[in-house]
């Protein structure tokens, strides 16, 4: 039996080309993952959050942060994080590169001896490392038949 988590990284609020959202792009995309797979879903977030729910402030804030090399502390922990063998991990593309907080977490923990799996949403760029699969953040938010099938045609040709 192999045990899986999906670790993802998302936001809510106004997102580039797909207004105000509940739920984010990647979260959205996590959640097909993780069905997919019968994988354990864990959100990272920031114990201080003080992400601006606006696009464009975001958009600065996040080039800031991206600027300093942050480190946010992220909330709680996975439980019985060395029991998994597959990782999956799930950021949004920004400033062409993955969010801050998603380095305080694959610093948090050791993934030695994992499958580890990147995945993303984006409005263009594609995903940061040249392997990972990456969906339009518009895609995943608002066309989950595509998202499906996409997951799955990605996920088959993983092993
Ligand atoms: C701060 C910030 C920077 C972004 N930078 C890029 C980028 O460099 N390239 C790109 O294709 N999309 C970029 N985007 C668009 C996001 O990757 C896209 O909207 C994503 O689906 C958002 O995911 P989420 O709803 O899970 O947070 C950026 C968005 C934000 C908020």
């Known amino acids: 039996m192999t045990k899986t988590l999906i670790a993802y990284f998302s936001r809510t609020g106004e997102q580039y080309g797909v207004g105000e959202i509940k739920e984010g792009n990647t979260k959205k995309l996590a959640e097909v993952i993780a069905q997919k797979t019968d994988g354990d879903l864990f959100e990272i977030k920031v114990v201080e959050d003080n992400y601006p729910d606006k696009y464009i402030p975001l958009i600065q804030f996040a080039k800031n942060e991206k600027a300093e090399n942050a480190r946010p502390e992220i909330v709680g922990e996975v439980k019985n994080f060395s029991d998994y063998d597959t990782v999956f991990i799930g950021y949004p593309n920004w400033w062409s590169d993955m969010p801050m907080p998603v ?35 518009h895609i995943a938010q608002n066309d989950k038949t595509q998202t499906e099938k996409d997951v799955e045609k990605w996920l088959n040709n993983l092993i």
């Open 103 to 137: 380095y305080t977490f694959l610093e948090k923990y050791d993934f030695s001896n994992k499958k580890v799996y990147y995945f993303c949403t984006h409005e263009g760029s594609g995903g940061v490392h040249p392997k990972d699969f990456a969906v339009y953040g």
